[in-house]
């Protein structure tokens, strides 16, 4: 079974800094998703980034990036030039291959608070 | 485009009750699923309805049920609550076509309390 381990339950960084979110996961599959989503107090989950394991390219949109390892399964997010708004629960996720099932698998979430 | 849409937004319901909650998504999308968050389980898949039939479950026990209809709009019930089944209730939808597929689109939640 996939597992996706989140082993920092808070983080906190300044205003205007970069921080990195941690993840690693665990598969035997070798085609599949990872994604991180952002849950802020209102609980709507919003998708930050998506990256697809076939992509040797690390995603990115605006401020956000991953470095994707395949290898050693890791799947970091760094947040640059971090903004009061970006304080939220972060998630980390697994999917399998599509068509397989859209089943997502959730690490345990890490806390980031922004300091003004 | 209207995202996805669950109601009702809040519920209060007494043990042994049951509970149906609805969820709409976005116009298209075929695959619905359904996840328990709690705060010391985390999010738990629950289910996947793909085309009116259900293609994956968790590992939850039969008094959580589902479907979905021909619009794609899906319920999830759960019988004879239990206090443990007070969580968040996230629906989520993809587009899902035969070689490709999108991210999950979540909803705002049913918070279901359980007394």
């Known amino acids: 079974a996939q597992t996706v381990t989140q082993s920092q339950p808070e983080m906190s960084v300044q205003e205007a800094e970069t921080v990195t979110l941690s993840c690693t996961y665990d598969t035997s599959e070798s085609d599949y998703y990872l994604f991180w989503y952002k849950q802020p107090p209102s609980r709507q989950m919003i998708l930050v980034i998506r990256?697809?394991?076939?992509?040797?390219q690390n995603a990115t949109e605006n401020r956000f990036s991953v470095n994707f390892q395949k290898a050693a399964k890791s799947f970091s997010l760094k947040i640059s030039d971090s903004q009061l708004g970006d304080a939220a629960m972060y998630f980390c996720?697994?999917?399998?291959?599509?068509?397989?099932?859209?089943?997502?698998?959730f690490g345990k979430g890490i806390t980031l608070s922004v300091r003004p | 485009k209207a995202g996805v849409t669950q109601t009702p937004r809040y519920l209060i319901k007494t043990r042994g009750q049951q509970v149906t909650l609805s969820c709409s998504p976005i116009s298209g999308h075929r695959s619905v699923s359904w996840y328990q968050q709690t705060p010391g389980q985390g999010l738990q898949f629950l289910f996947e309805?793909?085309?009116?039939?259900?293609?994956n479950k968790g590992n939850f026990p039969g008094r959580f049920s589902g479907r979905q209809f021909s619009n794609s709009r899906s319920e999830m019930n759960v019988s004879t609550l239990e206090l443990g089944d007070s969580a968040l209730y996230l629906c989520a939808s993809s587009l899902v076509g035969p070689t490709t597929e999108t991210e999950a689109f979540f909803g705002q939640g049913t918070r279901l309390t359980v007394v």
């Open positions: 996720a697994y999917r399998g291959p599509t068509g397989a099932n859209s089943k997502l698998t």
């Open positions: 309805y793909f085309s009116e039939t259900q293609r």
């Open positions: 990256q697809e394991a076939y992509k040797q």
